[in-house]
């Protein structure tokens, strides 16, 4: 019999009379329903968050770190079992998916441990002004309010986790909205929170589609704070209807490794190719283009193709390296860039397979920047070679792209790497290392058409909370 899963509203869990089914990517298989959330439901949401608003900002962080401990605990007792259905719903290989749970609790239980070191500071006037030398500040950081949490489908679990701990540590109620595909993951997740013993409406779930109640939760008036991961189109519309309130927003990537001619070439390609087609290479810091100079181009080009041809090609629980894509438009869409790319030239290293929605991987070296292949981000298991003759060309090209997430420098040249680690605009550069978000107390966070804000769990609790001043002039005796 098909599962239905319900919302965690108000401390309750709550059906809808619409619902949504959702299917297995990988074989078809039905894994249940979720509610398909009304407006009106979305308002029973947002006022009994708002409810529970001042009885959860009185508590200190001590208190609030309570929860969260019991939640992390939870999540780890329960990481296999959340693992196995994430890596049914969304094709992710089952020990990955059971590590995006774990990797979970440890954010969630780290949020603890740094919320309680959030002291505020005291000011003196007289360090600006001597005149003001009686005046004093105290600052604190305050919550923001209600705030709505986004998750996207390639980690629906952890990009959740990341950002409700924080927001909660910091005194906010949450609502959270779980991508379709992913929603039973993120209502599972909703669970650990809820056996936390959270009071009633400081956290709920909202599940629905994002094109039919996207809009209406973004613009909603009582919610005071958009912390969004997806794509940089609805990141962008979110932008727009976001007025005022302050955003989160982590989007898409064409991150670059740019490799020199004194690289270690063997670190390189084992990094490229982990980064690159790793869950099949939908993750947003995807290594999704190589810049090698011309001079050690065929050397990494053959080194990367051998890997590959080490990479399993099959499904979620049988772990293999590269799985079916989550849907067949992601899959169609993946297909037109290699059919494009190879119309216009570029030199494909592997013979192109597809089985339903599962691609092979695909190397293509000589890709050049009248392709769609140099600019687009596929979000599946391509990877494009771009030959160049200079730093400065590396570098150009890099930065010519409308994204800025994250870029790799492989040379044994540190110097040289911090240079080039300097003019590249984007908002984090590995050297040597593929590009990745972890460890997840670094920030984390894009430029550009990447996202606004920065993540990471002590950027997290200062991005959603406020700071207050309370001023006040001692007595002259
Ligand atoms: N920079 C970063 O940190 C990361 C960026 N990403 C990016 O995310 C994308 C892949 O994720 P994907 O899930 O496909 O992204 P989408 O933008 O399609 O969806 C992300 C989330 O937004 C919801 N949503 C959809 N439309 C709206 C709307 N109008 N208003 C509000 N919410 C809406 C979705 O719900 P529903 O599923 O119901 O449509 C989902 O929960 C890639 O571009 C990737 O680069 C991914 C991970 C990390
Ligand atoms: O959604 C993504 O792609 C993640 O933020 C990437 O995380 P990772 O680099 O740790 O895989």
């Given at each position: ?7 965690y509203?108000n ?10 089914e959702?299917?297995?990517?990988a074989?078809g298989?039905s894994?249940?329903t ?5 407006h009106?439901?979305?308002d ?5 968050a708002?409810?529970?608003f001042p009885?959860?900002?009185?508590l200190?962080?001590a208190?609030r770190?309570?929860?969260?401990e019991?939640a ?5 007792r329960?990481?296999e079992?959340?693992g ?6 969304i094709?992710k ?13 440890e ?5 603890a ?5 959030m002291?505020?500071e005291?000011?003196e006037?007289?360090?600006f002004d001597?005149?003001s030398?009686n005046?004093?500040?105290?600052v ?5 309010g ?10 629906p ?8 701990a924080?927001?909660l ?6 609502a959270?909205k ?7 993951s ?5 669970k650990?929170?809820?056996?936390s013993?959270?009071p ?7 599940t ?15 919610v005071?704070f958009i912390?969004?991961t ?9 932008g ?10 982590e989007?898409?990537?064409?991150d ?5 001619e004194d690289?270690?070439?063997d670190?390189?390609?084992?990094n490229i190719?982990?980064?690159a087609?790793g869950?099949s290479?939908q993750?947003?810091t995807?290594?999704?283009?190589v ?10 080009v053959?080194?990367?193709t051998?890997?590959?041809?080490g990479l399993?090609?099959g499904m979620?629980e049988d772990?293999a390296?590269?799985t079916?894509l989550?849907n067949?438009?992601?899959?169609d869409y993946v ?13 494909p ?8 929605n599962?691609l092979?991987?695909?190397v293509?070296?000589n ?6 292949l140099?600019?687009?981000?596929p979000?599946g ?9 200079s730093v400065?060309?590396a570098?150009?090209?890099a930065n010519k792209?409308?994204?800025g ?6 040379t044994r ?7 080039i ?5 984007v ?12 460890p997840?107390?670094?920030p984390?966070?894009g430029v550009?058409?990447?996202g606004?804000g920065?993540?990471?769990v002590k950027y997290?609790?200062?991005a959603?909370t406020?700071?207050?001043s309370?001023v006040y002039?001692?007595?002259?005796m």
């Amino acid at each position: 019999m098909t599962q239905a899963y319900l919302n965690y509203v108000n401390g309750e869990w709550k059906d809808s009379e619409d619902h949504i089914e959702i299917f297995n990517p990988a074989n078809g298989e039905s894994l249940g329903t979720v509610p398909a959330m009304s407006h009106a439901d979305v308002d029973y949401v947002m006022a009994s968050a708002k409810n529970a608003f001042p009885a959860w900002r009185a508590l200190s962080y001590a208190e609030r770190a309570k929860y969260l401990e019991k939640a992390a605990d939870i999540l780890y007792r329960d990481a296999e079992k959340i693992g196995s259905t994430l890596s049914k719903e969304i094709a992710k290989g089952l020990k990955s998916a059971i590590g995006e749970v774990t990797r979970t609790a440890e954010i969630v239980d780290y949020t603890a441990k740094v919320g309680v070191t959030m002291d505020g500071e005291v000011m003196e006037g007289g360090n600006f002004d001597p005149a003001s030398k009686n005046r004093i500040a105290v600052v604190r950081r305050e919550p923001v309010g209600l705030v709505l949490a986004i998750s996207p489908f390639n980690y629906p679990v952890n990009l959740a986790g990341s950002k409700i701990a924080p927001a909660l540590m910091g005194g906010n109620v949450v609502a959270f909205k779980p991508p379709t595909q992913g929603s039973i993951s993120g209502l599972l997740l909703a669970k650990a929170f809820a056996e936390s013993g959270l009071p009633a409406g400081v956290f709920n779930t909202i599940t629905g589609r994002g094109r039919v109640i996207g809009d209406y939760i973004v613009e909603h008036p009582a919610v005071n704070f958009i912390n969004f991961t997806g794509s940089s189109a609805v990141g962008k519309n979110i932008g727009k209807l976001a007025g005022m309130r302050p955003i989160m927003l982590e989007l898409g990537g064409k991150d670059a490794a740019i490799v020199l001619e004194d690289a270690d070439l063997d670190l390189a390609a084992k990094n490229i190719v982990a980064g690159a087609f790793g869950y099949s290479g939908q993750r947003c810091t995807a290594v999704k283009r190589v810049l090698v100079m011309d001079s050690v181009a065929d050397e990494l080009v053959g080194k990367v193709t051998d890997l590959v041809k080490g990479l399993t090609v099959g499904m979620p629980e049988d772990n293999a390296d590269i799985t079916p894509l989550i849907n067949t438009k992601s899959a169609d869409y993946v297909q037109g860039l290699i059919e494009e790319a190879k119309e216009k030239g570029a030199k494909p290293l592997f013979d192109f397979k597809r089985e339903g929605n599962l691609l092979y991987p695909m190397v293509f070296d000589n890709v050049t920047t009248d392709m769609r292949l140099a600019w687009e981000e596929p979000f599946g298991p391509v990877l494009p070679f771009i030959r160049v003759k200079s730093v400065e060309e590396a570098v150009e090209i890099a930065n010519k792209s409308e994204y800025g997430l994250q870029s790799s420098v492989f040379t044994r040249n540190f110097p040289r790497a911090f240079g080039i680690a300097e003019k590249l605009e984007v908002g984090t550069v590995h050297i040597n290392n593929k590009t990745q978000r972890g460890p997840d107390n670094f920030p984390f966070l894009g430029v550009k058409d990447s996202g606004a804000g920065v993540q990471g769990v002590k950027y997290s609790i200062q991005a959603m909370t406020k700071v207050k001043s309370v001023v006040y002039a001692i007595d002259e005796m």
